[in-house]
């Protein structure tokens, strides 16, 4: 299977963020946010609470076995999704506009059927909606996240990447805080499912997303190129490879939060009525951390042009925090962990984005690139709850927090591979496109 060849540097996109066509940047911001938002408040409001409520209802004493079986399998799905997503809306011709068109169908349709969540009574419903939602809200994710690339200027992408890395962690916090105060179940899925759909509708209302006709002779979009979308080779792109494995391992390492409300209710013995609001305190306390982390540093990594310290000092702290929450003797220390947790998530969304854009090999296929990028975001929400299991058996919560530490110190150690903002082509570094071999004919006398 084939690359996309083109570099980056000679792509023709970039010229639309000086052009007309372009969103202003301040409405390109807010409708990016808002689009995340929503998504956000639609996929992490589940994972992070109502799933837990919903499967304990289903299964009882089985909920923490179902929960992973679940989340497991909706994030193969997502796996899936995201690429095809991106890949789709690369090539989307629509007069709404090739990121807009799957903003809103993926919004409108995720949210819808995630209403129908409350209705479920055995776990495969629970299963099969999860697994619908995951793979629509996927193709929105894919179409926003190619807006970085579309359309923002790379002078600005580390302060744009840190403002969506608030959006993130905003999107959740709001879902939880609004489904918090109510107790009926068919509430609470209706809030977080309204929350996706006015996500999606004022994105797309802010959002300027000229036509983007088929280029002479591009091939259609068929089988091949589809299976195209979940590829891009490292071998050929190191940089690419290096950046993916980043953000799978830190991911890994904080993927540990939607665990937060089984853990107190084993180790502390926290009960239903009250996990709800613990779990709200602990993401408010982690999201107002990440939030000013990611929308402060974002800033700071524009004007000092770097963004490897940011991620090694993410992967460092994201891992003192799983060992506090290991070793954790009391709520008040699951608490300080969560801090330094939500810290160090700050800093990694402060340059990530910007940092996996910056290794792009084609800005005509950003919508793709980012898509398998965001693979590694997906991954993690499979994995992780594949593996607890054994883990938990073997070590209980603290073994699985220790190993999730060591994956985020081995991820932010990788970032040492990558070029540094302006030293691309270092070869000291993984290069962002190497070179095809050439073959120069010697003649003889």
Same mark, same amino acid.
């Given at each position: 299977?084939? %690359? =996309? ?11 639309? &963020?000086?052009? /007309? ?7 390109? *911001? ?5 689009? *995340?938002?929503? !998504? ?9 609470? +109502? ?18 079986? &679940? ?6 799905? !997502? ?10 809306? =690369? ?58 690339? %579309? ?50 509708? *004022? ?5 300027? %997303? ?12 068929? @089988? ?7 590829? @891009? ?17 830190? $991911? ?13 209710? =084993? ?10 609001? *613990?779990? +709200? ?38 891992? #003192? ?43 005509? /296929? ?31 919560? #603290? ?26 082509? =270092? ?10 071999? &050439?073959? $120069? ?5």
């Amino acid at each position: 299977m084939t %690359d =996309d060849p083109s570099p980056a540097a000679s792509d023709p996109l970039p010229a639309l &963020v000086a052009s /007309n066509a372009a969103t202003p940047l301040p409405r390109l *911001i807010g409708a990016m946010m808002t689009s *995340i938002m929503g !998504a956000y408040i639609a996929l992490l409001t589940p994972l992070q609470l +109502l799933l837990t409520l919903q499967l304990t209802r289903i299964s009882g004493d089985g909920a923490a076995a179902s929960f992973s079986v &679940v989340t497991g399998i909706g994030a193969l799905l !997502a796996l899936v999704a995201n690429p095809l997503g991106g890949r789709i809306s =690369d090539r989307t011709a629509a007069r709404f506009g090739r990121r807009r068109t799957w903003i809103l169908t993926g919004a409108l349709s995720g949210s819808l059927v995630l209403a129908t969540m409350s209705f479920t009574t055995q776990v495969w419903q629970v299963a099969l909606i999860w697994c619908v939602v995951q793979t629509l809200l996927n193709f929105q994710q894919a179409a926003t996240s190619a807006l970085l690339s %579309d359309q923002v200027p790379p002078d600005r992408r580390g302060s744009v990447s840190g403002l969506l890395g608030l959006a993130t962690a905003l999107g959740p916090l709001i879902g939880l805080a609004a489904v918090s105060l109510l107790q009926n179940a068919a509430l609470q899925w209706s809030i977080a499912a309204t929350g996706g759909l006015l996500g999606g509708v *004022i994105s797309v209302l802010l959002l300027r %997303d000229p036509q983007h006709p088929r280029a002479s002779g591009e091939p259609r979009l068929g @089988l091949a190129e589809l299976a195209k979308s979940f590829w @891009l080779n490292p071998a050929r792109h190191p940089a690419f490879g290096w950046a993916w494995a980043i953000r799978f391992l830190i $991911t890994c390492a904080y993927a540990s939060s939607t665990y937060n409300a089984f853990f107190l209710l =084993d180790r502390f013995k926290v009960g239903s009525a009250r996990v709800g609001g *613990i779990v +709200l305190l602990l993401s408010l306390l982690s999201v107002g951390l990440l939030a000013i982390t990611s929308a402060v540093m974002g800033f700071v990594s524009d004007r000092l042009h770097r963004q490897k310290p940011f991620v090694i000092a993410s992967g460092f702290l994201a891992a #003192g925090g799983l060992v506090l929450m290991a070793t954790a003797p009391s709520v008040a220390v699951v608490f300080v962990a969560t801090a330094v947790s939500g810290v160090a998530t700050g800093l990694f969304f402060a340059v990530d984005s910007a940092m996996c854009v910056r290794v792009l090999p084609s800005s005509a /296929n950003a919508g793709k690139d980012l898509a398998v990028i965001n693979m590694a975001n997906t991954l993690p929400q499979s994995i992780v709850p594949f593996i607890a299991p054994a883990l938990l058996a073997v070590g209980g919560f #603290g073994a699985l927090y220790l190993f999730l530490a060591a994956l985020g110190v081995i991820g932010g150690l990788f970032v040492l591979r990558l070029p540094e903002i302006g030293r691309e082509g =270092d070869p000291r570094f993984a290069l962002i496109t190497k070179p095809k071999a &050439v073959t $120069t004919a010697v003649s003889s006398h």
